[in-house]
């Protein structure tokens, strides 16, 4: 059985892990290298019940022990570490308006401003925990190639399928026709291309900022944080220190257009500067650090924002596995498990798959593309 994965995102890695752990022939196809997108600039926070109450609960619990297990098992088989880490989470409050002096709250990290107080721990070593995604996504994929997987720089340009439209049979990539007996389509936000080659949702892509400081706090904990600007605007920056010595922050959400070129994501004019003041305001020591990096990337995200797992719906052999919004590191392994269960086995038993059909919305209509 051979199985084509297009897209080498966390949930394109994760998949392949899964599925070449189960002795399947997988080939990963990716367009501008793995983790370049999304996976590569998120921030890598994971949450062992921030999803309660929505139907992503199931899966955000059994993900969250995936990836301890994981951490474990990779670290010791094939010694790949990716930072991953439990860690406390703070809910930070900063403002030059009002007096926070009233809010009792946990003591303060002695890293943030004076204009900033701790409101509350949202998080414990039980419940939260960290890694560096790039590192994760790619050490998932070095996993799968470890069990016989291969990956392939190129571009899917659309699905094949049999003469009477009811079977996928392989793709095109870079123009030639590259058969497989299944196909996964995890393209993050690009998934939305899919569209044309299947009956399929819409897939959209929501743009985040990021900065990578050289900065090593004394104390590790991430940080939620609701900054009010002089102005008496509220930005709420994310901010988790990682392993390897650098603090990785992220906030300015925008709906600016996605680019059919995954590697042309560019930041929008004036936000790294933004998301530096906005650092300043809760973090004067942090925002003097050196950058590392400054990015965007968008995250892919549905119409009833649950993702889309599972089979195409009267497409035999076509799957998808997209949509994740700001879970797809924290969901990535249950999905890669979930995806592996079903193309091999037929059935999940770890996680109900009913909440993320992809056939529960109308497929997107295709004219209405609207790329960069
Ligand atoms: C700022 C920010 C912070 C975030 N922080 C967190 C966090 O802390 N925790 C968390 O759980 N999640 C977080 N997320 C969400 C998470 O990053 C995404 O949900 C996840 O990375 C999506 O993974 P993906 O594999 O679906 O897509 P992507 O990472 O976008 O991967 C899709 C891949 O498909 C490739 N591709 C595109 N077109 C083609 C083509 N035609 N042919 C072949 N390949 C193609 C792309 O090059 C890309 O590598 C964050 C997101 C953002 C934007």
Redesign the pocket.
């Known amino acids: 059985m051979k199985i084509l994965i297009?897209?080498?995102?966390?949930?394109?890695?994760c998949t392949a892990y899964y599925l070449a752990r189960k002795g399947v022939d997988v080939v990963v196809?990716?367009?501008?290298?793995?983790?370049?997108?999304?996976?590569?600039?998120?921030?890598?926070?994971?949450a062992l019940d921030w999803c309660r109450e929505s139907p992503l609960d199931a899966l955000a619990r059994h993900s969250f022990g995936l990836h301890e297990q994981l951490a474990t098992d990779l670290g010791r088989d094939l010694n790949l570490d990716w930072g991953y880490r439990r860690l406390e989470t703070l809910s930070v409050v900063s403002s030059k308006r009002r007096d926070l002096t009233s809010l009792a709250g946990e003591a303060r990290p002695d890293w943030l401003g004076a204009d900033a107080r701790v409101h509350a721990r949202i998080g414990t070593t039980q419940t939260t925990a960290q890694l560096d995604?790039e590192r994760f996504?790619k050490a998932m994929i070095a996993a799968a190639i470890d069990s016989g997987a291969e990956v392939r720089l190129?571009?899917?340009?659309g699905i094949e399928l049999a003469d009477d439209g009811t079977r996928a049979t392989g793709a095109i990539?870079d123009g030639v026709s590259m058969p497989a007996d299944a196909v996964v389509i995890?393209?993050?936000?690009?998934?939305i291309?899919a569209c044309r080659w299947l009956p399929l949702p819409g897939v959209f892509g929501?743009?985040?900022?990021?900065i990578v400081y050289r900065f090593e706090p004394d104390s590790a904990a991430a940080l939620f944080v609701e900054v009010e600007t002089e102005e008496g605007e509220v930005e709420n920056p994310?901010v988790?220190p990682r392993m390897d010595g650098t603090t990785y922050v992220?906030g300015l959400s925008s709906q600016a257009l996605l680019p059919v070129d995954?590697?042309t994501v560019s930041s929008d004019a004036g936000a790294i500067e933004q998301l530096k003041e906005l650092t300043a305001s809760f973090s004067p020591a942090l925002a003097q650090a050196p950058v590392l990096a400054s990015q965007a990337?968008?995250?892919?995200v549905t119409e009833d924002d649950l993702p889309l797992i599972g089979a195409v719906a009267a497409v035999g052999g076509a799957y998808v596995?997209?949509?994740?919004?700001?879970?797809?590191?924290?969901?990535?392994p249950a999905t890669g498990q979930a995806m592996a269960n079903l193309i091999v086995d037929g059935s999940t038993p770890h996680v109900d798959l009913t909440p993320f059909d992809p056939g529960r919305m109308p497929r997107f209509d295709p004219d209405r593309l609207n790329l960069r």
């Open positions: 297009c897209g080498g995102g966390v949930i394109g890695a196809v990716e367009r501008s290298g793995v983790a370049n997108a999304a996976s590569g600039k998120s921030g890598g926070f994971l995604p996504t190129g571009t899917v340009e990539v995890a393209m993050g936000p690009w998934s291309l929501i743009k985040g900022h990021s994310e988790v992220c995954p590697a990337c968008h995250r892919p596995a997209t949509g994740h919004g700001v879970w797809g590191m924290l969901n990535g």
